[in-house]
Antibody, heavy 119, light 109 residues
Framework: EVQLVESGGGLVQPGGSLRLSCAAS????????MSWVRQLPGKGLEWVSV???????YYADSVKGRFTISRDNSKNTVYLQMNSLRPEDTALYYC?????????????WGQGTLVTVSS | EIVLTQSPGTLSLSPGERATLSCRAS???????LAWYQQKPGQAPRLLIY???TRATGIPDRFSGSGSGTDFTLTISRLEPEDFAVYYC??????????FGQGTKLEIK
């Protein structure tokens, strides 16, 4: 059974940093595409970032230059380093596995970790 | 950037009725890259449909997807109480690579 477990969320002041983690089981992160998707309070879903098996990374314009996605194959974990945080980054952050067989849909999801950016 | 517009914003129906949810793209997209998700309160989204019309593993056959080009539809043939939720469409494209519609809330009438 595939499980994705996020951690690292919390309360941070504007301009601060956080690192989110997504620990995978039943699933190998370096053999799959992995992504972060966020949901602002009471709002819809917003794609944030993706890392492909070859290591290439992509970001939403809203986080480009501030967020960095990476993975540690030995720990089977994906990370999202978030710097220069803004109040508008406040959201529930989901880790998601992206189908890599050609459909490019999000077929596995974690339960999310809440990030609150406030002074 | 491709924008996905879902309609209606809220759909009020009764159990047993048929639900039709729309997702319109701002430009033509490949049906291969169109997916639908269901999200219930306090839960993560769940993949329902990928490739515009293929049900994900374990999804009941009352859920069906159709469409091509710019117009896609999610149909729930006979609503069960557990189907009342928010539904999102999602596409894979070029830049940005992934976008979601704003969602349709399916509520009990």
């Amino acid at each position: 059974e595939v499980q994705l477990v996020e951690s690292g969320g919390g309360l941070v002041q504007p301009g601060g940093s956080l690192r989110l983690s997504c620990a995978a089981s039943g699933f190998t992160v370096n053999s799959n595409y992995m992504s972060w998707v966020r949901q602002l309070p009471g709002k819809g879903l917003e794609w944030v970032s993706v890392i492909y098996t070859a290591g290439s990374t992509y970001y939403a314009d809203s986080v480009k230059g501030r967020f960095t996605i990476s993975r540690d194959n030995s720990k089977n974990t994906v990370y999202l380093q978030m710097n220069s945080l803004r109040p508008e980054d406040t959201a529930l952050y989901y880790c998601a596995g992206v189908d890599s067989s050609g459909w490019y849909c999000f077929d596995y999801w974690g339960q999310g970790t809440l990030v609150t950016v406030s002074s | 950037e491709i924008v996905l517009t879902q309609s209606p914003g809220t759909l009020s129906l009764s159990p047993g009725e048929r639900a039709t949810l729309s997702c319109r793209a701002s430009q033509s997209i490949s049906s291969t890259y169109l997916a639908w998700y269901q999200q219930k309160p306090g839960q993560a989204p769940r993949l329902l449909i990928y490739g515009a019309s293929t049900r994900a593993t374990g999804i009941p056959d009352r859920f069906s997807g159709s469409g091509s080009g710019t117009d896609f539809t999610l149909t729930i043939s006979r609503l069960e109480p557990e189907d009342f939720a928010v539904y999102y469409c999602q596409q894979y494209g070029s830049s940005p690579p992934y976008t979601f519609g704003q969602g349709t809330k399916l509520e009990i009438k």
